[in-house]
């Protein structure tokens, strides 16, 4: 896959000189009035969701306010269809944005294809000391910063407060203690736990739980087909069949949330971008303290669960390259990222940040900062993204039978071993 990388980002260069994006004319990316202040366009993909759109929108068009020459073009891009359609525009040398938020596992494909922008030496690298270690490195690729930390998450239990304790439930520690509870539940009509079976995300606690991980990126080896990986697959599959569980493997986001919000299930798993959506729901709105939040439950080996988050770059087209080095400083500055703490509970990525009382007092940051300290980190490599859609696949044939637990899990090894093929990789 490497060999193919290189041609690839070589005709993507080629292409992109030929073609820029953005709004301006000059030939070396800078655009500025007479007096030398930013001018012209800054398109700006968000990719989060309905509860956090309109606060990242207002904020990006702040920038206006700061730069009056300066025109922000906020377009929300759906995050599932994000990826696809900035590669298509990128590869095709026009339509892409100036700047994109894109999530962690997105930085090293897209630099490894010459999509992004090197930003070191720029205005888009502020303080650069103060970003968390672990949030820093998901923006690094081949020894180049393509990306600034926006937001780190993490996933955690979400549980129902008063229907644990209605069921005389404890807070379940582990995936074994959720099975055991589902009794107590069903007395109320309540099933104890939405498993997300169509978002691979979800399944890397289950793995990290039984002492998995998708890869040894040392060793440069695969280890998802190695046994932890099957006994993940039994676990999740065990767990529906028990009625422990309920699952969607095509809709699951909209079907879990639901589930949740409206007390029919007591426990999902789910991240810091989810605390908005939830509170609006009928169990939690006028009663947040009744939305508790847990560490994941551990499996037969221990509890684990993914490091995550978003970062903002720059498309390596765009002709206004000034003016988007800086809306990237201002969107990633500790004044932005406090704010947005304070109005959605997302955890900054500033270390000076979490010093500020606001964030200090936050209930959300005060369980999430923790777990996100522990939080495996992903590897960080330019075929990283493409990792979850062989789980995505194998996790939907083993919850609907199709497919045996250690049937999948070789499979996957299989399919990874076809995407790792020129990296060396056993």
């Not at 009056?68 to 095709?92: C, H, I, L, Q, R």
């Amino acid at each position: 896959m490497r060999r193919g990388i290189g041609t690839t980002a070589l005709v993507a260069a080629i292409a992109l000189a030929a073609t820029a994006c953005g709004g301006g004319d000059s030939g070396d990316g800078e655009k500025k009035n007479a007096s030398g202040e930013l001018s012209g366009t800054v398109e700006f993909w968000d990719t989060s969701g309905d509860a956090e759109k309109a606060f990242f929108k207002k904020v990006a068009e702040e920038f206006e306010e700061k730069h009056p020459e300066v025109d922000v073009k906020y377009v929300n891009v759906p995050f599932g269809e994000a990826s696809n359609k900035f590669k298509n525009a990128a590869g095709g040398g026009s339509g892409a944005p100036d700047v994109m938020r894109t999530e962690v596992a997105w930085v090293a494909d897209f630099a490894s294809l010459g999509y992004l922008a090197p930003l070191d030496d720029t205005a888009a690298v502020d303080n650069k000391d103060d970003y968390l270690p672990q949030a820093w490195g998901s923006t690094q690729y081949d020894g180049k910063t393509y990306a600034v930390p926006q937001v780190i998450d993490t996933l955690a239990l979400f549980y129902n407060k008063g229907l644990l304790e209605k069921a005389g439930v404890e807070v379940p520690q582990s995936v074994e203690e959720i099975k055991d509870s589902t009794d107590a539940f069903k007395k109320n009509d309540v099933t104890p736990f939405y498993l997300r079976g169509d978002d691979p995300y979800w399944f890397l606690p289950f793995l990290y739980g039984e002492g998995g991980d998708m890869l040894d990126a040392e060793a440069k080896k695969i280890t998802v087909d190695d046994e932890p990986g099957a006994k993940a697959f039994e676990v999740m599959k065990d767990l529906v069949d028990s009625k422990a569980a309920i699952t969607d493997t095509t809709n699951g986001w909209e079907n879990m949330q639901k589930s949740f919000k409206d007390g029919k299930v007591a426990m999902m798993v789910n991240g810091p971008w989810a605390i908005e959506d939830t509170l609006a729901g009928e169990q939690f709105k006028g009663d947040e303290d009744n939305l508790g939040v847990a560490a994941v439950p551990a499996g037969g080996a221990g509890q684990g669960a993914p490091q995550g988050g978003h970062n903002y770059s720059v498309y390596a087209g765009s002709d206004n390259l000034d003016a988007s080095y800086e809306f990237v400083k201002y969107m990633s500055s500790a004044e932005v990222q406090k704010r947005t703490t304070e109005e959605l509970s997302l955890l900054p990525t500033r270390a000076s940040v979490y010093e500020e009382k606001t964030v200090k007092d936050n209930q959300m940051v005060q369980f999430f900062k923790p777990a996100v300290d522990k939080a495996v980190e992903r590897p960080w490599i330019a075929e990283g993204n493409s990792l979850f859609e062989p789980l995505r696949v194998q996790m939907a044939d083993v919850l609907t039978g199709k497919t045996k637990p250690e049937a999948a899990a070789k499979k996957a090894g299989e399919e990874y071993a076809k995407l790792l093929k020129d990296g060396d990789w056993k």
